[in-house]
């Protein structure tokens, strides 16, 4: 019923720059929060960005000045611009969305697929 495909994620030299994004489609009534999540090995997930619905947006300290969320409500679409990247921001990226389908009277949080994110020289 819902699908939310990621993209834009691969290899970046320390000091570059990448763009991510995350599509919603699907029999979508409305969309609330939306956010950036990484997992890096052995580590546990963890939350980089969130947007509300009403623009406003918070960062995890370790990405404050150097990561910035936003989103296309037209397009149904989440962004994450990377820039500065360190070796330390190697990870699988998650976007996650709250999402109230046509079908469902409440919100419920959905997952991407995941895209990788490696930053090496």
């Known amino acids: 019923q819902v699908q939310l495909v990621e993209s834009g994620g691969g290899l970046v030299q320390p000091g570059g720059s990448l763009r991510l994004s995350c599509a919603a489609s699907g029999s979508i009534f409305s969309i609330n929060n939306m956010g950036w999540y990484r997992q890096a090995p052995g580590k546990q997930r963890e939350l980089v960005a969130r947007i509300t619905s009403g623009g406003s947006t918070n960062y995890a300290d370790s990405v404050k000045g150097r990561f910035t969320i936003s989103r296309d409500n037209a397009k149904n679409t989440l962004y994450l611009q990377m820039n500065s990247l360190k070796p330390d921001d190697t990870a699988v990226y998650y976007c996650?969305?709250?999402?109230?389908?046509?079908?469902?009277?409440?919100?419920?949080?959905?997952w991407g697929q995941g895209t990788q994110v490696t930053v090496s020289s």
């Open positions: 996650n969305v709250q999402m109230r389908l046509v079908s469902d009277t409440y919100f419920r949080a959905y």
